[in-house]
């Protein structure tokens, strides 16, 4: 037990690093950390377990910061209680370029950091799929090797995102009881008072969503310290209302606006110094503090310890899975079960929807693949993401694979980031194309931390039909095609569905987008290769030598350019085909490569149901796009494929009105 002089004098550690910091880099939020320092060092010195010299050990708990505006806060603890990456220096560097300590707190920069956060309300839905993660694990392998809890401190701004109402419902429909959310309480916003926006009974709401709810003076260590301990006991999850001053201990601006998100300066700063008793100068801790902050971090060593004993004496295969799954590394034998039903539907050709594709492709990955988990945003029968192996996850029982997130996309995403953030488990999901507008924030954040994520997206242009416009998705490839760092894969038949999705599993480091049909398509990849075509991001699949027109395509439209192609030989003319499944593993192909696919017909079109931006680097500002320059419109797909123009007999005309 630590004494309430001791855990001022620790609490005070953290105010006056985060105040500092901010204050040199003349840029920051020193109004959370100040405020919020209580909470953190109730929670870190006497309830989180985690251990600084092992900082990814698989059975840690795990701390969210939500509202990653307050990153000194984290910074601060992960120096005080002595994490190797977070040095003085980088303390003092915060928010400058090369530092660890970047503005909001990003996955990857430095151990501690469990997920990218700053868009608001992201924090708290990641921290959802981390304890789905953290309940379907314990499930599968027992509570001696997973069991944790996941802790998240977020602010009156993630609470009024939309996407928190998503994962607050998604958290309390599945009883999450692990999952204990502090809610700084502190009525400030960057415009000022929360009042002037907002009057919601945040307490109702919880507790409207299967939630338990508790308030408590968030200054008040022994408060905080049994909120806790009544939260861990709870069988639902809980939400820890902490009301607190933000900038607590400056005397001009706590319990303001204007210690939100800007320095304190050097007047208001030597006034805190002298109103908490601090006299240690700047970027300085006494010894006494941070040796008890040290302490503090090797609180959990032997309970990590002996973790790693259970784990030992885990009989072999289990621990091997295990360590393997943890590792991020797939089964061996998923190669040769891709390459064994390549050779299936080179031998019996189908042609289905390209979703149904993905069906019977996830049919093979999910029976070698144990860690996958999947879902759907209340559309199972239409994404087809569920398959034999993957019985519904329900709120008693985890032992499926399968979570019916309901109509929560932006939840959804945010979820399966926070699930591929835990480990041991690899999530996809499905949603329609058109809605990938309502989680493309996750889908950014998995791009820039950098995790395996995979969107399954069905219907995936005008080729849906009778649903019209609003549901038809023209510039959605294009934009989801922006981003960095994000596969975007759209297969034209059964073969090249089944390459996308091993190339989905196989990127480690970076998420994936399949785009998928409503409408059936013809095989396309008629003959067994061994080798992944798709992994070029694009290749000859009808080459032809001295080519007058080479047609690019995507997807559906490849057989359009397959029929316009044979069309175009008949006649006399020499064509390729070229497939396009993934701009951007063609991208990363070398220049020799990419010139030989781009090639030099005097001819190139391009064709793909959705707008031309990002076209031209295969044709040319010259070349000639068949595909959307407008919205789409209702009726049966066939027809619309007429009115649009996106036709064999269009790609045919528009090579031979070149050609003349």
């Not at 242009?461 to 649903?467: A, F, H, K």
């Given at each position: 037990?630590?004494?309430?002089?001791?855990?001022?004098?620790?609490?005070?550690?953290?105010?006056?690093?985060?105040?500092?910091?901010?204050?040199?880099?003349?840029?920051?939020?020193?109004?959370?950390?100040?405020?919020?320092?209580?909470?953190?060092?109730?929670?870190?010195?006497?309830?989180?377990?985690?251990?600084?010299?092992?900082?990814?050990?698989?059975?840690?708990?795990?701390?969210?910061?939500?509202?990653?505006?307050?990153?000194?806060?984290?910074?601060?603890?992960?120096?005080?209680?002595?994490?190797?990456?977070?040095?003085?220096?980088?303390?003092?560097?915060?928010?400058?370029?090369?530092?660890?300590?970047?503005?909001?707190?990003?996955?990857?920069?430095?151990?501690?950091?469990?997920?990218?956060?700053?868009?608001?309300?992201?924090?708290?839905?990641?921290?959802?799929?981390?304890?789905?993660?953290?309940?379907?694990?314990?499930?599968?392998?027992?509570?001696?090797?997973?069991?944790?809890?996941?802790?998240?401190?977020?602010?009156?701004?993630?609470?009024?995102?939309?996407?928190?109402?998503?994962?607050?419902?998604?958290?309390?429909?599945?009883?999450?009881?692990?999952?204990?959310?502090?809610?700084?309480?502190?009525?400030?916003?960057?415009?000022?008072?929360?009042?002037?926006?907002?009057?919601?009974?945040?307490?109702?709401?919880?507790?409207?969503?299967?939630?338990?709810?508790?308030?408590?003076?968030?200054?008040?260590?022994?408060?905080?310290?049994?909120?806790?301990?009544?939260?861990?006991?709870?069988?639902?999850?809980?939400?820890?209302?902490?009301?607190?001053?933000?900038?607590?201990?400056?005397?001009?601006?706590?319990?303001?606006?204007?210690?939100?998100?800007?320095?304190?300066?050097?007047?208001?700063?030597?006034?805190?110094?002298?109103?908490?008793?601090?006299?240690?100068?700047?970027?300085?801790?006494?010894?006494?503090?941070?040796?008890?902050?040290?302490?503090?971090?090797?609180?959990?060593?032997?309970?990590?310890?002996?973790?790693?004993?259970?784990?030992?004496?885990?009989?072999?295969?289990?621990?091997?899975?295990?360590?393997?799954?943890?590792?991020?590394?797939?089964?061996?034998?998923?190669?040769?079960?891709?390459?064994?039903?390549?050779?299936?539907?080179?031998?019996?050709?189908?042609?289905?929807?390209?979703?149904?594709?993905?069906?019977?492709?996830?049919?093979?990955?999910?029976?070698?693949?144990?860690?996958?988990?999947?879902?759907?945003?209340?559309?199972?029968?239409?994404?087809?993401?569920?398959?034999?192996?993957?019985?519904?996850?329900?709120?008693?029982?985890?032992?499926?694979?399968?979570?019916?997130?309901?109509?929560?996309?932006?939840?959804?995403?945010?979820?399966?980031?926070?699930?591929?953030?835990?480990?041991?488990?690899?999530?996809?999901?499905?949603?329609?194309?058109?809605?990938?507008?309502?989680?493309?924030?996750?889908?950014?954040?998995?791009?820039?931390?950098?995790?395996?994520?995979?969107?399954?997206?069905?219907?995936?242009?005008?080729?849906?039909?009778?649903?019209?416009?609003?549901?038809?998705?023209?510039?959605?490839?294009?934009?989801?095609?922006?981003?960095?760092?994000?596969?975007?894969?759209?297969?034209?038949?059964?073969?090249?569905?089944?390459?996308?999705?091993?190339?989905?599993?196989?990127?480690?480091?970076?998420?994936?987008?399949?785009?998928?049909?409503?409408?059936?398509?013809?095989?396309?990849?008629?003959?067994?290769?061994?080798?992944?075509?798709?992994?070029?991001?694009?290749?000859?699949?009808?080459?032809?030598?001295?080519?007058?027109?080479?047609?690019?395509?995507?997807?559906?439209?490849?057989?359009?350019?397959?029929?316009?192609?044979?069309?175009?030989?008949?006649?006399?003319?020499?064509?390729?085909?070229?497939?396009?499944?993934?701009?951007?593993?063609?991208?990363?192909?070398?220049?020799?490569?990419?010139?030989?696919?781009?090639?030099?017909?005097?001819?190139?079109?391009?064709?793909?149901?959705?707008?031309?931006?990002?076209?031209?680097?295969?044709?040319?500002?010259?070349?000639?796009?068949?595909?959307?320059?407008?919205?789409?419109?209702?009726?049966?797909y066939k027809d619309l494929y007429r009115h649009f123009g996106i036709t064999p007999e269009a790609v045919v005309a528009a090579a031979e009105a070149k050609l003349s």
């Amino acid at each position: 037990m630590i004494s309430r002089e001791k855990h001022d004098r620790m609490a005070n550690a953290i105010r006056f690093l985060s105040m500092d910091a901010v204050e040199k880099a003349n840029s920051g939020h020193p109004g959370l950390p100040m405020g919020a320092a209580d909470i953190a060092t109730v929670l870190f010195t006497r309830y989180l377990s985690f251990d600084p010299k092992n900082p990814a050990w698989p059975n840690r708990d795990r701390f969210v910061l939500s509202a990653g505006h307050g990153s000194m806060l984290l910074y601060s603890l992960l120096y005080l209680t002595g994490y190797e990456d977070i040095t003085i220096d980088e303390i003092k560097n915060f928010r400058q370029l090369g530092s660890r300590t970047a503005g909001h707190p990003e996955y990857g920069h430095a151990a501690g950091i469990e997920t990218t956060t700053g868009p608001l309300g992201q924090g708290l839905a990641n921290s959802v799929g981390m304890a789905i993660a953290e309940r379907k694990l314990r499930d599968e392998f027992g509570s001696d090797l997973m069991e944790h809890y996941t802790y998240v401190l977020a602010g009156d701004g993630c609470l009024m995102e939309g996407i928190s109402q998503e994962a607050i419902a998604l958290a309390g429909h599945l009883k999450l009881n692990k999952l204990i959310v502090f809610w700084d309480d502190n009525n400030i916003s960057i415009d000022g008072p929360i009042s002037i926006a907002d009057s919601t009974d945040q307490h109702a709401r919880f507790r409207a969503c299967n939630w338990n709810t508790i308030a408590v003076d968030g200054h008040d260590p022994d408060a905080i310290a049994a909120a806790i301990e009544q939260a861990q006991k709870s069988d639902k999850p809980t939400m820890i209302a902490c009301k607190t001053v933000i900038g607590f201990g400056a005397p001009n601006k706590a319990g303001t606006h204007k210690v939100h998100g800007s320095p304190l300066g050097a007047d208001e700063i030597a006034a805190t110094r002298k109103a908490l008793g601090w006299e240690a100068e700047a970027f300085t801790v006494p010894s006494d503090v941070l040796d008890a902050w040290r302490l503090a971090g090797l609180r959990s060593t032997k309970v990590r310890k002996d973790w790693e004993e259970r784990l030992e004496k885990t009989e072999t295969e289990k621990k091997a899975q295990f360590i393997r799954r943890f590792s991020g590394e797939l089964e061996g034998s998923l190669a040769s079960a891709i390459s064994a039903y390549k050779q299936k539907l080179a031998d019996t050709k189908p042609s289905p929807a390209t979703r149904k594709a993905s069906e019977d492709a996830l049919e093979v990955i999910n029976g070698v693949l144990a860690e996958t988990i999947g879902g759907s945003a209340d559309l199972t029968g239409s994404n087809n993401t569920k398959t034999s192996q993957t019985h519904s996850i329900t709120p008693d029982n985890f032992s499926g694979r399968y979570i019916h997130y309901g109509v929560r996309e932006h939840g959804m995403a945010a979820a399966m980031n926070g699930m591929a953030l835990h480990g041991g488990l690899i999530p996809y999901s499905g949603g329609f194309l058109i809605f990938s507008d309502y989680c493309r924030p996750s889908i950014r954040l998995a791009a820039l931390m950098g995790i395996r994520v995979i969107h399954v997206l069905t219907h995936d242009s005008i080729g849906l039909g009778e649903d019209g416009p609003t549901h038809q998705p023209v510039e959605h490839m294009a934009a989801l095609r922006a981003i960095p760092n994000l596969l975007m894969f759209r297969p034209a038949d059964a073969t090249e569905t089944a390459e996308c999705w091993q190339l989905a599993l196989e990127s480690h480091n970076r998420p994936s987008g399949i785009a998928l049909t409503r409408q059936n398509l013809m095989a396309v990849r008629t003959e067994y290769e061994e080798e992944n075509l798709c992994a070029r991001g694009a290749y000859d699949l009808i080459s032809a030598s001295d080519a007058q027109v080479t047609i690019f395509a995507t997807g559906s439209e490849v057989e359009i350019a397959v029929k316009a192609c044979q069309t175009l030989t008949a006649k006399g003319v020499s064509t390729r085909v070229v497939s396009v499944p993934c701009f951007e593993l063609f991208a990363e192909q070398s220049e020799d490569y990419q010139q030989a696919i781009i090639g030099d017909s005097p001819v190139k079109i391009a064709v793909e149901a959705g707008v031309r931006q990002g076209w031209d680097h295969f044709i040319g500002t010259d070349g000639t796009f068949i595909g959307m320059s407008s919205f789409g419109a209702s009726g049966p797909y066939k027809d619309l494929y007429r009115h649009f123009g996106i036709t064999p007999e269009a790609v045919v005309a528009a090579a031979e009105a070149k050609l003349s």
